[in-house]
């Protein structure tokens, strides 16, 4: 083993446990919630919101996967699996002829709308309701602070866009 390893203490070990497993759990509640309420998995709705905030509804591709902070890859995908399932038209972009211009179909509207208030209520009543003013502003404090260190080490490069 190395030497100069700083291994963490009971209390940091317990810290990161439960860390780690809000992430890992959290993720999957949020799915489970917005497919019983709305048949939509969370990565499908984060693409819904994101269009439905875009001036027009419509967004290229790069962008969404800019905005959202993913793999242009794995965005490309799950577009083609939003716009087989009638979510979202996938467009050629005119000045661009790589790249697609997204925009929501009366069916992604309907989707979202349906899906909003359930996944509203959701956050607020696990991520708000449970804590007090000053935790909320703690966990901001503290997300943010990983997630810059994340990204000035160089590990914080899925949304890295070409």
Request: glycine residues 6%.
């Amino acid at each position: 083993m190395n030497s100069d390893t700083r291994w963490l203490n009971e209390h940091e070990q317990e810290i990161w446990r439960g860390l780690r497993e809000l992430i890992w759990g959290f993720e999957s509640a949020l799915d489970r919630q917005l497919i019983r309420d709305s048949e939509l998995s969370g990565v499908e709705y984060s693409v819904l919101a994101a269009l439905s905030e875009a001036e027009g509804g419509t967004m290229r591709a790069r962008d969404i996967a800019h905005t959202l902070d993913w793999e242009r890859s794995r965005l490309s995908h799950l577009l083609k699996r939003m716009a087989a399932r009638g979510l979202v038209d996938r467009n050629e972009c005119p000045d661009d002829a790589r790249g697609f211009n997204i925009s929501m179909t009366a069916a992604g509207q309907a989707a979202i709308e349906q899906a909003a208030p359930g996944h509203v209520s959701f956050v607020r009543e696990n991520v708000f309701d449970p804590l007090t003013p000053a935790e909320q502003d703690a966990l901001l404090a503290a997300t943010t602070k990983i997630q810059h260190a994340l990204r000035e080490a160089g590990w914080w490069e899925r949304g890295k866009v070409d």
